[in-house]
């Protein structure tokens, strides 16, 4: 299932152009991240999708939550149809601009950034830099992620998490530094004075990274 996504377009595109994918966090929409277009470089391609699922307060999710159950925080069979959604979704927009030796970017949010952690750790190849705010990698997700440094060795993560964060608790969000040490792989892990969200100085330290 392809999904609906906005989208921001320089002024000239060539197979070189790099592309930002951003998927967006539980109960949001795709205009959430795409406030962020406005410092992220010109001549990017930046697609901002939105999540197939409704929630109640018309908002999208990329999988159903059961907040009462932690065990069932992952409805891991939409999850893995969402990650598929979102795989042919950035298959499909590379191919239709006609990509072939361009960068491809990741930016995800809450729920979005757990798909991320997914895509980038099983898919290394495809990516570039992959930005995880306020998420934490899910082990029901990451049971085939690949594992052979050389194939992860062109990632870069840049991952953040809010020290006061009551929705994901900022021990779910180490976890991320302690896989990614353990897998070889170049990343940033930071905490900021912050509840569930991206506060001046996270977003100040993302652009950054996304500027190298």
């Known amino acids: 299932m392809n999904l609906d996504y906005i989208v921001r377009e320089p002024e000239n595109i060539t197979p070189q152009t790099t592309i930002l994918f951003m998927l967006h966090g539980y109960g949001s929409n795709e205009q959430d991240l795409f406030s962020f277009r406005d410092t992220l470089p010109d001549d990017w391609i930046i697609v901002s999708f939105r ?33 598929n959604s979102v795989l042919q979704s950035i298959l499909s927009i590379i191919n239709h601009y006609g990509i072939t030796e361009g960068k491809t970017h990741l930016c995800g949010f809450s729920q979005g950034g757990i798909l991320c952690y997914a895509l980038a750790l099983k898919y ?28 992860l060795e062109k990632l870069r993560f840049f991952v953040s998490h809010g020290t006061d964060d009551a929705v994901i608790p900022l021990d779910w969000g180490r976890k991320a530094a302690d896989l990614l040490y353990d897998l070889g792989c170049y990343f940033t892990f930071r905490e900021y004075m912050s509840g569930h969200g991206v506060n001046q100085k996270n977003y100040m330290d993302l652009m950054d990274f996304f500027s190298k």
């Open 124 to 151: 290394p190849e495809m990516f570039n830099l992959v930005a995880c705010l306020s998420s934490y990698p899910e082990e029901k997700l990451l049971q085939d992620i690949v594992k052979d440094k050389k194939k």
């Open 51 to 83: 999540a197939p699922r409704e929630t109640q307060f018309e908002g999208f999710s990329w999988y159903d939550i059961d907040f009462s159950n932690p065990d069932r925080f992952v409805d891991v069979e939409q999850a893995t149809e969402s990650l």
